[in-house]
Protein backbone atom coordinates (compact mmCIF):
# COMPACT_ATOMS: atom_id res chain seq x y z
CA UNK A 1 0.00 0.00 0.00
CA UNK A 2 1.50 3.18 -0.89
CA UNK A 3 1.38 6.52 0.85
CA UNK A 4 -0.88 8.50 -2.03
CA UNK A 5 -3.69 5.64 -2.19
CA UNK A 6 -4.13 6.28 1.89
CA UNK A 7 -3.70 9.87 1.51
CA UNK A 8 -6.65 9.80 -1.37
CA UNK A 9 -9.24 7.62 1.27
CA UNK A 10 -8.50 9.67 3.81
CA UNK A 11 -9.39 12.95 2.11
CA UNK A 12 -12.68 10.84 1.06
CA UNK A 13 -13.47 10.56 4.44
CA UNK A 14 -12.84 14.49 5.92
CA UNK A 15 -9.43 13.70 7.46
CA UNK A 16 -7.92 16.69 7.44
CA UNK A 17 -4.47 15.66 8.08
CA UNK A 18 -2.48 12.68 7.68
CA UNK A 19 1.39 11.65 7.84
CA UNK A 20 3.28 8.48 8.00
CA UNK A 21 6.32 7.84 10.55
CA UNK A 22 8.56 4.90 11.04
CA UNK A 23 8.27 2.85 14.60
CA UNK A 24 11.73 2.97 15.69
CA UNK A 25 11.37 4.34 19.31
CA UNK A 26 10.53 7.79 19.83
CA UNK A 27 13.75 8.99 20.98
CA UNK A 28 13.86 12.41 20.19
CA UNK A 29 10.99 12.70 22.88
CA UNK A 30 12.66 10.68 25.85
CA UNK A 31 15.12 14.00 27.09
CA UNK A 32 11.78 15.69 27.19
CA UNK A 33 9.46 13.12 29.02
CA UNK A 34 13.09 12.39 31.83
CA UNK A 35 12.55 16.41 32.55
CA UNK A 36 9.54 16.53 33.58
CA UNK A 37 9.09 14.02 35.46
CA UNK A 38 12.56 15.34 37.22
CA UNK A 39 10.35 18.63 37.45
CA UNK A 40 7.41 17.05 38.94
CA UNK A 41 4.96 17.94 36.02
CA UNK A 42 3.53 14.45 35.54
CA UNK A 43 -0.18 14.99 35.76
CA UNK A 44 -0.68 10.92 36.28
CA UNK A 45 -3.08 11.19 32.81
CA UNK A 46 0.01 10.09 30.69
CA UNK A 47 0.40 6.44 31.57
CA UNK A 48 3.69 4.64 31.42
CA UNK A 49 7.58 5.19 31.91
CA UNK A 50 9.50 7.14 29.21
CA UNK A 51 11.20 4.43 28.16
CA UNK A 52 7.55 2.95 27.42
CA UNK A 53 5.98 5.52 25.98
CA UNK A 54 8.25 6.00 23.10
CA UNK A 55 8.21 2.16 22.31
CA UNK A 56 5.38 1.85 19.62
CA UNK A 57 6.27 -2.29 19.54
CA UNK A 58 5.29 -2.03 23.57
CA UNK A 59 1.99 -1.06 22.09
CA UNK A 60 1.54 -2.94 19.22
CA UNK A 61 4.40 -5.69 19.18
CA UNK A 62 3.74 -6.56 15.09
CA UNK A 63 3.78 -2.83 14.35
CA UNK A 64 6.16 -2.21 10.84
CA UNK A 65 4.78 1.36 10.07
CA UNK A 66 2.72 4.28 11.43
CA UNK A 67 -0.38 6.76 10.38
CA UNK A 68 -1.23 9.93 12.05
CA UNK A 69 -4.39 12.03 11.33
CA UNK A 70 -5.17 15.46 12.68
CA UNK A 71 -9.03 16.32 12.55
CA UNK A 72 -9.98 20.57 13.09
CA UNK A 73 -12.54 21.07 16.19
CA UNK A 74 -12.17 24.76 15.56
CA UNK A 75 -15.14 26.80 16.03
CA UNK A 76 -15.92 30.92 16.68
CA UNK A 77 -18.48 31.27 19.05
CA UNK A 78 -19.76 34.36 20.25
CA UNK A 79 -20.38 35.09 23.77
CA UNK A 80 -24.40 34.79 25.00
CA UNK A 81 -25.61 37.65 25.75
CA UNK A 82 -27.79 37.24 29.24
CA UNK A 83 -27.31 38.25 32.53
CA UNK A 84 -26.47 34.65 33.81
CA UNK A 85 -23.50 33.99 35.14
CA UNK A 86 -22.25 31.10 32.90
CA UNK A 87 -19.41 28.74 33.21
CA UNK A 88 -17.13 27.98 30.07
CA UNK A 89 -16.29 24.53 28.40
CA UNK A 90 -13.27 24.05 26.74
CA UNK A 91 -13.20 22.95 23.03
CA UNK A 92 -11.62 19.97 23.83
CA UNK A 93 -15.21 19.05 24.95
CA UNK A 94 -17.49 20.29 22.92
CA UNK A 95 -19.63 17.75 20.50
CA UNK A 96 -19.05 14.31 20.32
CA UNK A 97 -16.54 12.80 22.49
CA UNK A 98 -13.34 13.11 20.45
CA UNK A 99 -11.95 9.98 21.30
CA UNK A 100 -15.12 7.88 19.39
CA UNK A 101 -15.33 10.19 16.59
CA UNK A 102 -11.03 10.07 15.61
CA UNK A 103 -11.59 6.35 16.36
CA UNK A 104 -14.50 5.60 14.26
CA UNK A 105 -12.62 7.82 11.41
CA UNK A 106 -9.44 5.57 11.71
CA UNK A 107 -11.48 2.64 12.09
CA UNK A 108 -13.17 3.80 8.94
CA UNK A 109 -10.09 4.52 6.93
CA UNK A 110 -8.58 1.02 7.53
CA UNK A 111 -11.78 -1.16 6.34
CA UNK A 112 -10.73 1.45 3.06
CA UNK A 113 -7.30 0.41 2.83
CA UNK A 114 -8.40 -3.24 2.81
CA UNK A 115 -11.14 -3.44 0.41
CA UNK A 116 -8.13 -2.17 -1.74
CA UNK A 117 -5.92 -4.90 -0.20
CA UNK A 118 -8.60 -7.36 -1.05
CA UNK A 119 -9.45 -6.42 -4.43
CA UNK A 120 -5.87 -6.35 -5.38
CA UNK A 121 -5.65 -9.97 -4.24
CA UNK A 122 -3.59 -9.21 -1.22
CA UNK A 123 -3.81 -10.25 2.65
CA UNK A 124 -5.59 -7.67 5.04
CA UNK A 125 -3.55 -5.19 7.05
CA UNK A 126 -3.98 -5.70 10.69
CA UNK A 127 -3.40 -2.65 12.92
CA UNK A 128 -4.86 -0.84 16.11
CA UNK A 129 -5.74 2.70 16.82
CA UNK A 130 -4.70 5.06 19.38
CA UNK A 131 -6.61 8.55 20.53
CA UNK A 132 -5.23 9.68 23.67
CA UNK A 133 -5.52 5.93 25.73
CA UNK A 134 -2.30 4.43 25.36
CA UNK A 135 1.20 5.77 26.96
CA UNK A 136 2.11 6.49 23.59
CA UNK A 137 2.81 10.45 22.62
CA UNK A 138 0.64 11.43 20.01
CA UNK A 139 2.11 14.91 19.71
CA UNK A 140 5.17 13.15 18.79
CA UNK A 141 4.13 10.82 16.32
CA UNK A 142 2.64 13.79 14.54
CA UNK A 143 5.81 16.05 14.89
CA UNK A 144 7.51 13.23 12.97
CA UNK A 145 5.65 12.65 10.50
CA UNK A 146 5.60 16.37 9.94
CA UNK A 147 2.38 17.23 10.91
CA UNK A 148 3.60 20.69 12.72
CA UNK A 149 6.16 21.91 15.71
CA UNK A 150 5.97 22.05 19.27
CA UNK A 151 4.76 25.54 20.35
CA UNK A 152 5.45 27.55 23.35
CA UNK A 153 2.29 26.67 24.42
CA UNK A 154 3.20 22.93 24.44
CA UNK A 155 0.57 22.40 21.72
CA UNK A 156 1.79 20.72 18.14
CA UNK A 157 0.58 23.58 15.62
CA UNK A 158 0.37 22.86 11.89
CA UNK A 159 0.32 25.70 9.45
CA UNK A 160 -3.27 25.11 8.34
CA UNK A 161 -5.29 24.24 11.38
CA UNK A 162 -3.34 26.17 13.91
CA UNK A 163 -3.38 24.11 16.83
CA UNK A 164 -7.27 23.07 17.21
CA UNK A 165 -7.05 19.85 16.04
CA UNK A 166 -7.08 15.90 17.54
CA UNK A 167 -4.63 13.49 17.25
CA UNK A 168 -4.64 9.92 16.31
CA UNK A 169 -2.65 7.25 15.80
CA UNK A 170 -2.32 3.71 14.32
CA UNK A 171 0.04 1.31 14.10
CA UNK A 172 -0.01 -1.46 11.40
CA UNK A 173 1.52 -4.47 10.65
CA UNK A 174 2.22 -4.04 6.97
CA UNK A 175 5.16 -2.11 5.43
CA UNK A 176 4.00 1.35 4.15
CA UNK A 177 5.59 2.88 0.95
CA UNK A 178 6.08 6.40 2.05
CA UNK A 179 8.55 9.61 1.61
CA UNK A 180 10.77 10.42 4.30
CA UNK A 181 8.23 13.05 6.00
CA UNK A 182 9.94 16.96 6.61
CA UNK A 183 10.16 18.07 10.26
CA UNK A 184 8.51 21.17 10.44
CA UNK A 185 10.89 23.68 11.67
CA UNK A 186 9.99 26.03 14.98
CA UNK A 187 7.87 29.09 14.22
CA UNK A 188 7.44 30.69 17.52
CA UNK A 189 10.49 32.70 17.28
CA UNK A 190 10.72 35.29 19.59
CA UNK A 191 6.64 35.53 19.90
CA UNK A 192 5.70 34.87 24.01
CA UNK A 193 1.70 35.51 23.80
CA UNK A 194 0.77 32.16 25.06
CA UNK A 195 3.02 32.28 28.23
CA UNK A 196 1.78 36.15 28.96
CA UNK A 197 -2.14 35.24 28.42
CA UNK A 198 -1.78 31.66 30.82
CA UNK A 199 -3.55 33.22 33.78
CA UNK A 200 -1.58 31.22 36.31
CA UNK A 201 1.62 31.22 34.52
CA UNK A 202 1.60 27.34 33.79
CA UNK A 203 3.49 27.95 31.11
CA UNK A 204 7.70 27.73 31.59
CA UNK A 205 10.39 28.86 28.85
CA UNK A 206 11.58 25.20 27.02
CA UNK A 207 8.21 23.83 26.27
CA UNK A 208 7.47 23.04 29.91
CA UNK A 209 3.74 22.89 31.73
CA UNK A 210 3.02 22.86 35.56
CA UNK A 211 0.38 21.10 35.79
CA UNK A 212 -0.36 22.38 39.28
CA UNK A 213 -1.04 25.89 37.39
CA UNK A 214 -2.73 24.93 34.34
CA UNK A 215 -6.37 25.27 34.23
CA UNK A 216 -6.87 22.75 32.04
CA UNK A 217 -5.37 19.94 34.42
CA UNK A 218 -6.97 21.73 37.43
CA UNK A 219 -10.43 21.33 36.01
CA UNK A 220 -9.94 17.23 35.57
CA UNK A 221 -7.81 16.74 39.11
CA UNK A 222 -10.45 14.94 41.58
CA UNK A 223 -8.83 16.49 45.17
CA UNK A 224 -7.61 20.37 44.53
CA UNK A 225 -5.41 22.27 47.58
CA UNK A 226 -7.04 25.74 48.26
CA UNK A 227 -4.22 27.29 45.83
CA UNK A 228 -5.38 25.11 42.96
CA UNK A 229 -8.93 26.17 43.94
CA UNK A 230 -8.22 29.66 43.51
CA UNK A 231 -6.96 28.78 39.63
CA UNK A 232 -10.24 27.53 37.88
CA UNK A 233 -10.83 30.86 36.95
CA UNK A 234 -14.30 30.51 34.61
CA UNK A 235 -13.42 27.10 32.92
CA UNK A 236 -15.91 24.14 34.03
CA UNK A 237 -13.59 21.79 31.72
CA UNK A 238 -10.70 22.17 30.07
CA UNK A 239 -9.16 25.69 29.15
CA UNK A 240 -8.31 27.19 25.92
CA UNK A 241 -6.39 30.44 26.17
CA UNK A 242 -2.86 29.92 25.49
CA UNK A 243 -4.46 28.52 22.00
CA UNK A 244 -7.32 31.40 21.61
CA UNK A 245 -3.64 34.02 21.42
CA UNK A 246 -2.13 31.91 19.50
CA UNK A 247 -1.32 34.02 16.17
CA UNK A 248 -1.41 30.21 14.50
CA UNK A 249 -4.83 30.38 15.58
CA UNK A 250 -6.61 33.07 14.40
CA UNK A 251 -8.69 33.57 10.80
CA UNK A 252 -9.19 29.48 11.28
CA UNK A 253 -12.01 27.58 8.78
CA UNK A 254 -14.21 26.01 11.19
CA UNK A 255 -13.98 22.37 11.65
CA UNK A 256 -15.96 20.41 8.89
CA UNK A 257 -16.91 17.38 11.33
CA UNK A 258 -20.17 18.35 12.10
CA UNK A 259 -19.96 15.41 15.36
CA UNK A 260 -18.03 18.72 17.28
CA UNK A 261 -20.40 21.44 16.57
CA UNK A 262 -21.77 23.36 18.91
CA UNK A 263 -24.20 26.18 19.79
CA UNK A 264 -22.66 29.25 21.79
CA UNK A 265 -25.27 28.16 25.16
CA UNK A 266 -24.03 24.99 25.26
CA UNK A 267 -20.29 26.07 25.28
CA UNK A 268 -20.96 28.01 28.33
CA UNK A 269 -23.74 26.02 29.99
CA UNK A 270 -25.36 28.41 33.18
CA UNK A 271 -23.84 27.85 36.44
CA UNK A 272 -26.99 27.60 38.05
CA UNK A 273 -28.52 25.07 35.67
CA UNK A 274 -25.05 23.13 36.13
CA UNK A 275 -24.62 23.14 40.30
CA UNK A 276 -28.93 21.19 39.67
CA UNK A 277 -27.48 18.62 37.30
CA UNK A 278 -29.43 15.60 38.20
CA UNK A 279 -27.46 12.15 37.50
CA UNK A 280 -29.54 11.16 35.02
CA UNK A 281 -29.23 14.90 33.10
CA UNK A 282 -25.60 14.47 33.33
CA UNK A 283 -24.88 11.53 31.61
CA UNK A 284 -27.62 12.63 28.86
CA UNK A 285 -26.23 16.08 28.39
CA UNK A 286 -22.46 14.90 28.89
CA UNK A 287 -22.54 11.47 28.41
CA UNK A 288 -21.20 11.67 24.97
CA UNK A 289 -18.62 14.07 25.22
CA UNK A 290 -14.62 14.14 26.52
CA UNK A 291 -15.46 15.79 29.88
CA UNK A 292 -18.19 12.77 30.76
CA UNK A 293 -15.12 10.97 31.76
CA UNK A 294 -14.46 12.95 35.04
CA UNK A 295 -17.53 12.33 36.52
CA UNK A 296 -20.54 15.06 37.80
CA UNK A 297 -19.09 15.44 41.04
CA UNK A 298 -15.68 17.14 39.39
CA UNK A 299 -18.18 19.32 37.08
CA UNK A 300 -20.34 20.37 40.30
CA UNK A 301 -17.19 21.42 42.04
CA UNK A 302 -15.73 23.08 39.13
CA UNK A 303 -19.22 25.41 38.89
CA UNK A 304 -18.98 25.50 42.87
CA UNK A 305 -15.67 26.93 42.43
CA UNK A 306 -16.52 29.35 39.52
CA UNK A 307 -19.24 30.64 41.90
CA UNK A 308 -17.31 31.21 44.92
CA UNK A 309 -14.27 33.00 42.80
CA UNK A 310 -16.97 35.17 41.15
CA UNK A 311 -18.28 36.38 44.61
CA UNK A 312 -15.10 37.02 45.91
CA UNK A 313 -14.44 39.22 42.97
CA UNK A 314 -17.35 41.27 42.64
C1 LIG B 1 -1.39 14.51 29.84
C2 LIG B 1 -2.11 15.31 28.79
C3 LIG B 1 -2.53 16.58 29.14
C4 LIG B 1 -2.13 17.26 30.44
C5 LIG B 1 -0.68 17.79 30.30
C6 LIG B 1 -0.46 18.59 28.98
C7 LIG B 1 0.97 18.72 28.54
N1 LIG B 1 1.30 19.86 27.99
O1 LIG B 1 1.76 17.81 28.66
C8 LIG B 1 -3.23 18.35 30.57
C9 LIG B 1 -4.40 17.81 31.35
C10 LIG B 1 -2.78 19.67 31.20
C11 LIG B 1 -3.65 18.51 29.11
C12 LIG B 1 -4.23 19.64 28.61
C13 LIG B 1 -4.57 19.82 27.28
N2 LIG B 1 -4.58 18.89 26.33
CO1 LIG B 1 -3.83 17.11 26.58
N3 LIG B 1 -3.03 15.44 26.59
C14 LIG B 1 -2.31 14.79 27.48
C15 LIG B 1 -1.82 13.43 26.94
C16 LIG B 1 -2.69 12.31 27.53
C17 LIG B 1 -0.33 13.17 27.22
C18 LIG B 1 0.57 14.39 26.96
C19 LIG B 1 2.00 14.17 27.44
O2 LIG B 1 2.51 13.10 27.40
N4 LIG B 1 2.64 15.24 27.91
C20 LIG B 1 4.05 15.17 28.26
C21 LIG B 1 4.85 15.98 27.28
C22 LIG B 1 6.34 15.87 27.58
O3 LIG B 1 4.63 15.45 25.98
P1 LIG B 1 3.83 16.23 24.82
O4 LIG B 1 3.12 17.40 25.39
O5 LIG B 1 2.96 15.26 24.14
O6 LIG B 1 4.95 16.71 23.77
C23 LIG B 1 6.12 17.37 24.25
C24 LIG B 1 7.47 16.85 23.79
O7 LIG B 1 7.44 15.95 22.87
C25 LIG B 1 8.40 18.07 23.80
N5 LIG B 1 9.13 18.74 22.76
C26 LIG B 1 9.18 20.08 22.77
N6 LIG B 1 9.94 20.52 21.79
C27 LIG B 1 10.39 19.52 21.14
C28 LIG B 1 11.21 19.53 20.04
C29 LIG B 1 11.56 18.33 19.47
C30 LIG B 1 12.42 18.34 18.28
C31 LIG B 1 11.07 17.12 20.08
C32 LIG B 1 11.40 15.87 19.51
C33 LIG B 1 10.21 17.15 21.21
C34 LIG B 1 9.88 18.38 21.74
O8 LIG B 1 7.55 19.12 24.19
C35 LIG B 1 6.22 18.82 23.87
C36 LIG B 1 5.39 19.78 24.67
O9 LIG B 1 5.69 19.66 26.07
C37 LIG B 1 -2.04 13.62 25.39
C38 LIG B 1 -2.46 12.35 24.63
C39 LIG B 1 -1.27 11.44 24.41
N7 LIG B 1 -1.38 10.19 24.85
O10 LIG B 1 -0.27 11.85 23.86
C40 LIG B 1 -3.13 14.72 25.30
C41 LIG B 1 -2.98 15.82 24.22
C42 LIG B 1 -1.55 16.29 24.25
N8 LIG B 1 -3.86 16.88 24.71
C43 LIG B 1 -4.46 17.52 23.77
C44 LIG B 1 -5.29 18.65 24.00
C45 LIG B 1 -6.22 19.06 22.86
C46 LIG B 1 -5.24 19.34 25.21
C47 LIG B 1 -5.87 20.72 25.54
C48 LIG B 1 -5.83 21.72 24.41
C49 LIG B 1 -7.32 20.48 26.00
C50 LIG B 1 -8.00 21.70 26.55
N9 LIG B 1 -8.60 22.55 25.70
O11 LIG B 1 -8.03 21.89 27.74
C51 LIG B 1 -5.01 21.17 26.74
C52 LIG B 1 -3.76 21.95 26.30
C53 LIG B 1 -2.85 22.30 27.42
C54 LIG B 1 -1.44 22.58 26.92
N10 LIG B 1 -1.13 23.85 26.77
O12 LIG B 1 -0.68 21.64 26.68
C55 LIG B 1 -4.10 16.98 22.40
C56 LIG B 1 -3.09 17.92 21.72
C57 LIG B 1 -3.45 18.39 20.32
C58 LIG B 1 -2.40 19.31 19.75
N11 LIG B 1 -2.70 19.81 18.55
O13 LIG B 1 -1.35 19.57 20.33
C59 LIG B 1 -3.53 15.55 22.76
C60 LIG B 1 -2.44 15.06 21.82
C61 LIG B 1 -4.73 14.58 22.74
C62 LIG B 1 -5.10 14.13 21.33
N12 LIG B 1 -4.90 12.86 21.04
O14 LIG B 1 -5.51 14.92 20.50
N13 LIG B 1 -3.33 17.42 28.39
S1 LIG C 1 -4.42 25.50 29.16
FE1 LIG C 1 -4.89 27.45 30.22
S2 LIG C 1 -4.00 27.29 32.27
FE2 LIG C 1 -3.12 25.62 31.00
S3 LIG C 1 -1.24 26.50 30.21
FE3 LIG C 1 -2.79 26.99 28.70
S4 LIG C 1 -3.59 29.02 29.32
FE4 LIG C 1 -2.43 28.22 31.04
S1 LIG D 1 1.43 32.11 21.05
FE1 LIG D 1 3.40 32.54 20.10
S2 LIG D 1 4.89 31.53 21.45
FE2 LIG D 1 2.89 30.67 21.94
S3 LIG D 1 2.72 28.85 20.66
FE3 LIG D 1 1.78 30.52 19.50
S4 LIG D 1 3.44 31.32 18.22
FE4 LIG D 1 4.39 30.08 19.81
Not at 122 to 150: C, K
Amino acid sequence: MTEEKIRKLAEQRGIDLIGFFSVEPLKECLPYLIKRRQDGFSTGFEGGEPEERIDYLKAYPSAKAGIVIGISNYQSLEAVADDQVRGQLASVSWGEDYHRVLRRKMNDLMDAVNVEMFIAGNLPINYQVFVDNSPLIDRGSAHRAGLGFYGKNNCLINQQLGSFFFIGQILVDSHIIFKQPQLVENGCGNCRRCLDACPNQALGEGFSLQPSKCISYLTQKKSLSADEENRIFTYLYGCDICQQVCPYNQHLKKTREAAFWIDPGTASPPLEETLALTNKEFKIRYGNTACGWRGKKNLIRNAQLIWKNKKRHD
